[in-house]
């Protein structure tokens, strides 16, 4: 079992800045992989990047690219998701995610947290 805490959501005007961060606690072992989902109004759900924290090896959606940068806590506890050059169309509601250790489906699910792009 894995509890993810999202926080750090908000309104930002486009080319801001946010910092998403998801504490992990509840667990006994490092899940196989740490990460980003999000959900556009009338969308589904996608991936935006994600994390080994095993390796540190990241993956990110291509919309994101050199925008978004994923990272984690020395304890590895801590996923971060830097957003910089906000787009409205980053618009949504972000999940953190995790697998179980051994990987394969995204198991462990946050709350979510919104964010909001206006122009």
């Known amino acids: 079992q894995v509890r993810l805490v999202e926080s750090g959501g908000g309104s930002v005007e486009t080319g801001g800045s946010l910092r998403l961060s998801c504490t992990a606690s509840?667990?006994?072992?490092?899940?196989?992989?740490m990460g980003w989902y999000r959900q556009a109004p009338g969308k589904e759900r996608e991936g935006v990047a994600n994390?080994?924290?095993?390796?540190?090896?990241?993956h990110y959606n291509p919309a994101v690219l050199g925008r978004f940068t994923i990272s984690l806590n020395d304890a590895k506890n801590v996923v971060y998701l830097q957003m910089n050059s906000l787009k409205i169309e980053d618009t949504g509601t972000y999940y953190c995610?995790?697998?179980?250790?051994?990987?394969?489906?995204?198991?462990?699910w946050g709350q979510g947290t919104q964010v909001f792009v206006s122009s």
């Open positions: 995610a995790a697998t179980p250790p051994g990987g394969g489906a995204w198991t462990y």
């Open positions: 509840e667990y006994t072992s490092l899940p196989g992989s």
């Open positions: 994390i080994y924290p095993r390796n540190g090896a990241k």
